[in-house]
């Protein structure tokens, strides 16, 4: 199983659609209350992920060996900020995978020059809440919904190299995984049969 150490943080494209609605789509009722903040139907979830911009937004996800998505960010941009919108499926919490994306989410936007993230959730929110505070987020309760907020530091050598490395990587990696799911598959209609 991945872990913080093994997380590989890949950039979603327009060819990861049909993944990320599974993505979402597998997650519970409850579940999906607490990342987008009030019950959404199958529908719902279908036309949200219709409207996701891959180009002007960034997704980022963690996927398993098989190519299924653990856990999701989506960092959408407005003029002068992003919001951020994480989540995990129940069999991968506990090992750093939102961590894991909120820090790949933040190298994003700090070299895109973007000033601060927010994070708008449902105060009952304990797992956003907790990672919000963990990363030095400003958290600011209004009831039952509470934004965290961060300012973000201006793009660096470091913050460019750390980012072209790890999306060399991940594209590398995820081909490797694709192909070796044709394989597995190839040799599945190929094997003679028992």
């Known amino acids: 199983m991945t872990t913080i150490a093994t997380a590989l943080t890949a950039r979603l494209r327009e060819i990861d659609r049909c993944a990320l609605e599974a993505h979402f789509l597998s997650l519970g009722g409850e579940d999906r209350r607490l990342r987008f903040g009030s ?3 199958e529908d719902g979830l279908r036309e949200y992920v219709a409207r996701i911009d891959f180009e002007h937004d960034g997704i980022f996800g963690v996927h398993d060996d098989e190519m299924e998505l653990l856990a ?11 919001e951020l919108g994480l ?11 939102g961590s894991a994306l909120l820090v790949r989410a933040m190298t994003h936007l700090r070299n895109r020059g973007t000033p601060e993230v927010f994070v708008h959730c449902l105060t009952e929110n304990g797992a956003m809440m907790h990672l919000a505070h963990k990363h030095g987020m400003r958290i ?4 039952d919904e509470t934004d965290a907020r961060l300012a973000i530091d201006p793009p660096d050598a470091h913050s460019l190299f750390a980012e072209w490395l790890n999306d060399s990587h991940a594209s590398a990696v995820q081909r490797l995984r694709r192909n070796a799911r044709f394989s597995r598959a190839l040799l599945g209609i190929f094997a003679p049969a028992r």
């Open 87 to 97: 989540s995990v499926v129940p069999e991968a919490r506990g090992m750093g995978l």
């Open 39 to 41: 019950s959404i139907s």
């Open 140 to 143: 600011i309760p209004a009831g």
């Open 72 to 82: 999701v960010i989506h960092v959408a941009f407005s003029d002068d900020s992003a």
